[in-house]
């Protein structure tokens, strides 16, 4: 995610700037910029890569006195990462970062260009620098010109603009993406993404709301909502980086379980229209041929690789085949070219699913990678990729990663069976509608988490977990299992409920805990009857389910959506929160689990 900041003041300009995207750059980058506007001069930057490639080409150059910068670390969406895409975007004599995406960019674009504006960049964001010069241009002021810019863009944005139409102020604007401006107690001002990059300079800050825009010049803060100049609500800055980063949750996992909201929206920008999936630059002729899918993966990954392998089989009707990394690679695997191959990998460095993708490349089939780092050796190998776009994942357990491929494989099986023709206009239509209900169903309700907080006093013993589901459901209770041994270092088993009888019952009795995932809108009827058996072996039932279920011992209700996808976004936060919790009451580190690590580079 791209990370932004800001500073108005007298200090050097250069090292605030370069400060602060460090302490962005754990949204993830590919590449950075910043622009210095002194005096009548503005000076500009950008590098690829880390960094040290941006300090490094920053190295002579010193901007004490008055003036004003800002900083931008990009991480790809629209364009390559090269230095050309990356931020500040120019026009004649101002200057724009940008995060999110303008969804209108290509309209826009095409008026600009009519008017006889040429653009450098493959990017969205670079309409916005023409736009405001455009309203300069037609005679307006620069507020009224960036106010109207504003006012023409869809989409989300956090905007840092500078122009030496007024070498006074920075304006900015933000809709659903974070911005945060502050002041400190020398009149100086400071502009970012999240509050890490704030601490030690800003004492007081402003989280802007949605909608809302306007200019801040040497100590003074001017925000506007509808052309109606605001009462800015200022609030102390905590001093903690590390509780800065965490953003006020106890583990990273924790807050990542949170964002997941957040960033599926990430996942979902400018890919989807109203009757149509829109995979990047990926050009539809790639999926020609095709008549088979087969995806490779590990853990987790592996999950999402399982679940979606449901959908491009019932969606596509596409014959789809998944293998675990690790094992596909000494098979000696019979390999079609109608095969499309596709990897999915958090990392895009797990040695087995690179090694997987090489076997596939070597044998001539097409690959595509669904990652969530670009520039990763998986993504630089692939034919084509779909970036997941969640963000930097810190906790170990992994959970945003998850829930964002799984959106991207769903958008990917939706494209497939609208290009294979195996999908009606009304289907894709009302599964599109669907798709966009998906943040606001990632939304944590508090209630429920309050609950499995107070339930999970009952679960940290006992010899081992069942977590059971059918269809969809199935993959999703092995990623139960999967986060809940990781962290809390319990045995666990994720298992399709129908297979029960067919062994694990000779387990049951009370010590057994039995994660049961009833959702109304997937076999409801055929898993509760498989819960019945258990329960009448004496399992101990924790039930997930829109539908009253007598003979559970614990059971969290949730709310009954009335598509099986939506149902399996609220179960898998629920059962990512029940791992958190139970792995807090036994102490256990969540974010750093005993023997495992991030990213897996070894066989
Ligand atoms: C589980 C987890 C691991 C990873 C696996 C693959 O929470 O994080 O199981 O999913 O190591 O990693 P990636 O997705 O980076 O290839």
Known sequence: MCGIVGYIGEKEKKKIILKGLKELEYRGYDSAGMAILKGNDITHFKAVGKLKNLEEKTKNFTSEGFGLAIGHTRWATHGKPNEINAHPHLGEYSYVIHNGIIENHQELKNELQEKGFSFLSQTDSEVIVHLFEMFIKEGFGAFEAFEKTVKKLQGAYAILLISKVDKEKIFFAKNLVPLIVGKSSENEIFFSSSDAPLIGYAQDVVYLHDKTYGYAQKGEINIYENSVLQKPKFKKLSISKLSAQKEGFRFFMEKEIYEQSAVASETLMGRVQKNRVILDDIDDSFFNEINEIKICACGTSYHAALASSYLFERVSKIKCSVEIASEFRYKEPLLKNDT????????????????????????????????????????????????????????????????????VLWMLALK?????????????????????????????????????????????????????????????????????????????????????????????????????????????????????????????????????????????????????????????????LLALEISVRLGNDVDMPRNLAKSVTVE
């Open 416 to 576: 497939l069976g609208e290009l294979k023709g195996n999908l009606g206009q009304n289907i894709v239509e009302s599964e599109i509608e669907t798709l966009l209900k998906v943040p606001a169903v990632l939304k944590v309700d508090e209630k429920i988490h309050e609950k499995i907080r107070r339930l999970s006093k009952r679960y940290l013993h006992g010899h081992g977990f069942f977590f059971i589901g059918r269809d969809l459901f199935f993959p999703l209770a092995l990623e139960g299992a999967l986060k809940l041994k990781e962290i809390s270092y319990l045995h666990a088993e994720g298992y399709p409920a129908g297979e029960m009888k067919h062994g694990p019952i000779a387990l049951a009795d009370s010590e057994l805990f039995t994660v049961a995932l009833m959702p109304k809108t997937m076999l409801y009827d055929k898993v509760k009857s498989n819960v019945e058996e258990l329960s009448a072996r004496d399992a101990t039932i924790l039930a997930l389910s829109p539908l009253e279920f007598d003979i559970a011992d614990d059971f969290i209700k949730t709310k009954g959506y009335d598509h099986p996808m939506l149902e399996f976004f609220e179960m898998s936060v629920i059962v990512q």
């Open 340 to 407: 499309l191959f596709i990897v999915i990998s958090q990392s895009g460095e797990t040695a087995d699913t690179l090694q997987a993708l090489k076997m596939a490349k070597k044998a001539g089939l097409k690959t595509l990678a669904v990652c969530n780092v670009d520039n990763s050796s998986i993504v630089r190998i692939s034919d084509e990729i779909l970036l997941t776009r969640a963000g930097i994942e810190k906790g170990v357990a992994s959970t945003k990663a998850f829930t964002t491929q799984f959106i």
